[in-house]
């Protein structure tokens, strides 16, 4: 499978833990994408990296919220102190930098449950 | 102010028959894409067509095409001969070039296709 990789698929965790989610996105890929997604609604960008170079994060990316992607490959995305209102659908997604489409691919996404 | 409006919660269409799912957006930059994501129950968001700003013609994918008004600011997608898996939400999004391409996402709209 050459897709865009995420795991775990589903995590329930209970309030105060702290998580950590992977993204393995397609190999030749040098953009990597996070968003998260809350029920009924459509998703909202976090951060995103080119290469291993975190070059935007969003005002909704929290201090208990970090991520990295030491090599330029994979991507873990880490919650502190995990609050009920973390729970939603994580989305990774990953492009090549390029003109006209760029069009990115996303991975089936890692649902967080705080309880 | 909402940069993607889509003001359909949710659309029946019969099986067969052809829908327009509605996206209007809002962006100063001259130079934006404009993209329809399909996302079924299983999560997974999935590329169904793209639109460059200065793309002359309105672009199409096999049963999908999108009706690209620039002046009035929409991106309308419109899925021909309806089957029964098109049911699902759809998405619609833009990258500004100003804005290091990540997407903003609509709120969605639920397609129902009954048969």
């Known amino acids: 499978d050459t897709g865009v990789s995420q795991n775990p698929r589903h995590k329930i965790t209970k309030r105060g833990q702290n998580v950590t989610f992977r993204c393995d996105p397609i190999s030749e890929h040098n953009r990597l994408y996070w968003y998260r997604q809350t029920l009924g609604q459509g998703p909202e960008f976090l951060t995103y990296?080119?290469?291993?170079?975190?070059?935007?994060k969003s005002r909704l990316l929290s201090d208990r919220f970090s991520a990295e992607r030491p090599k330029g490959s994979f991507s873990t995305l880490e919650i502190q102190r995990t609050e009920q209102g973390d729970s939603a659908m994580y989305l990774c997604?990953?492009?090549?930098?390029?003109?006209?489409?760029?069009?990115?691919?996303f991975g089936q996404g890692t649902r967080l449950t705080v309880v | 102010a909402q940069k993607i409006t889509q003001t359909q919660p949710g659309m029946f269409v019969q099986e067969k028959e052809a829908v327009t799912l509605d996206c209007t957006y809002d962006?100063?930059?001259?130079?934006?894409?404009l993209f329809w994501y399909k996302q079924p129950s299983s999560g997974e968001m999935i590329f169904l067509i793209y639109?460059?700003?200065?793309?002359?013609q309105n672009a199409t994918e096999g049963r999908y095409s999108l009706n690209f008004q620039k002046a009035r600011k929409s991106a309308n997608l419109v899925i021909s001969a309806s089957q029964l898996g098109d049911s699902a939400m759809y998405f619609c999004a833009m990258t500004e070039n100003n804005a290091g391409n990540m997407l903003t996402f609509g709120g969605g709209t639920r397609l129902m296709v009954k048969p």
């Open positions: 990296f080119q290469n291993e170079a975190q070059l935007e």
């Open positions: 997604a990953s492009s090549l930098n390029q003109g006209g489409s760029g069009e990115a691919f």
């Open positions: 962006t100063s930059d001259p130079s934006y894409g």
């Open positions: 639109q460059g700003s200065y793309d002359q």
